[in-house]
């Protein structure tokens, strides 16, 4: 254990962090930067106590779980999350689940594109932030916010052309997922119902598909405008294990026509 080392790296990394990156109201003038001792804690769930003996390298050999607790409470990206394990002198464990956080910039991206349907998923496929010309198009995201759900499980014929290979494509993500993150149970519940509910799902899977994010052009059925030809290109957020989606339509269309009519 390397107990400076690690001292070191958990007041750096809470000295970079604002109030406002963790959900914390500001409050009064700070005489030091960053996020206080007890915030840290409570958010790690920790005694003050003891995190405060960890940042003057004299506390106790912590354990994964509260090692996992320190990742959650400091937003550290998975780079620092091992650096972390290895500065404690304990072999990093598998993730304890895919983040369902939004880091700000992320989500001050999706304002920024207005002309541009703007989503982001968790490695689980979830969308767990949009913008409002996304929330037009795909409708529903606060109750049907899984994409897999949507693709494998609703009934009816697939909503888009390109449905067989985006079920591919997210039953390669779901794949990967299951391994990076075993003891996840949101996860596991997810993949359970899909075999349950979907022999198209099972057949895919057996299949082991291998599918980078990229770009996909696709037709998707809007329910008051009809059929739409729109883009897909994806950006990887990799520290997050996420990807944000973009929804655009080529310049001079009657689909780009559409989208400037939605966002309206």
């Not at 050999?61 to 550290?76: C, F, M, N």
């Not at 990967?176 to 596991?188: F, I, K, V």
Request: hydrophobic share 40%; charged share 25%.
């Amino acid at each position: 254990m390397a107990r400076q080392e690690l001292a070191r790296f958990l007041r750096d990394r809470r000295e970079d962090l604002r109030p406002a990156d963790v959900g914390l109201p500001a409050g009064p003038r700070r005489r030091t930067p960053g996020l206080r001792r007890e915030e840290v804690a409570g958010l790690a769930n920790m005694s003050v106590d003891y995190y405060v003996r960890l940042e003057q390298a004299r506390g106790p050999h912590p354990s994964p779980r509260i090692l996992d607790a320190l990742t959650g409470a400091l937003r550290l990206t998975a780079a620092e999350r091992a650096h972390l394990f290895r500065l404690a002198g304990t072999s990093p464990t598998p993730p304890p689940g895919p983040s369902r956080r939004v880091r700000p910039y992320v989500a001050g991206l999706l304002r920024r594109m207005p002309e541009a349907g703007a989503i982001v998923t968790s490695a689980a496929y979830d969308v767990i932030a949009w913008n409002p010309l996304a929330a037009a198009l795909l409708g529903d995201l606060e109750q049907r916010p899984n994409l897999a759900r949507r693709r494998f499980l609703e009934p009816g014929p697939p909503a888009s052309s390109g449905a067989e290979e985006f079920g591919a494509i997210a039953v390669a993500r779901l794949r990967g997922a299951a391994d990076r993150y075993p003891h996840d149970e949101p996860l596991a519940r997810l993949l359970a119902e899909l075999r349950a509910g979907s022999e198209e799902f099972v057949g895919v899977w057996d299949t082991n598909p291998v599918r980078a994010p990229g770009h996909r052009a696709k037709t998707m059925e809007h329910p008051g405008l009809g059929p739409l030809r729109v883009n897909c290109d994806v950006l990887a957020v990799p520290d997050d294990d996420q990807q944000v989606v973009f929804i655009t339509a080529d310049p001079g269309t009657p689909s780009a026509r559409a989208l400037r009519h939605l966002v309206a």
